[in-house]
């Protein structure tokens, strides 16, 4: 199993990000994809979640209208458009993949560094 995000960096406020999550290993189709974000001395927080049918999106409060999630389920990858950039942003963004049933499983990526800087 793995899961490795991608497209990070370092960008100015006002800048767009769209950051990857690439999976393997498990039955992507099977999982609902959540994006995580961690700002250093901050407990990591729930940005944004598609369902595994990808009918469904649910986004933080904070991000909303200027995060999308998406995902693609023949590369088995998900996705975070990310606009108008804060430095609010900035914090290691984590890629999750969960499911309920049957039974309850999940996995993490190691993380993509967003830097929203001027």
């Known amino acids: 199993v793995r899961i490795v995000e991608s497209g990070g960096g370092l960008v100015q406020p006002g800048a767009s990000l769209r950051l990857s999550c690439a999976a393997s290993?498990?039955?992507?189709?099977?999982?609902?994809i959540k994006w995580y974000r961690q700002a250093v001395g901050k407990e990591r927080e729930l940005v944004a979640l598609i369902t595994k049918d990808g009918s469904n999106t649910t986004y933080a409060d904070s991000v909303r209208e200027r995060f999308t999630i998406s995902r693609d389920d023949v590369k088995f990858e998900a996705y975070l458009q990310m606009d108008s950039l804060t430095p609010e942003a900035t914090a290691v963004y984590y890629c999750?993949?969960?499911?309920?049933?049957?039974?309850?499983?999940?996995?993490w990526g190691q993380g993509t560094q967003v830097v929203v800087s001027s």
């Open positions: 290993g498990f039955t992507f189709t099977s999982y609902h």
């Open positions: 999750n993949a969960r499911r309920a049933s049957p039974r309850f499983d999940e996995y």
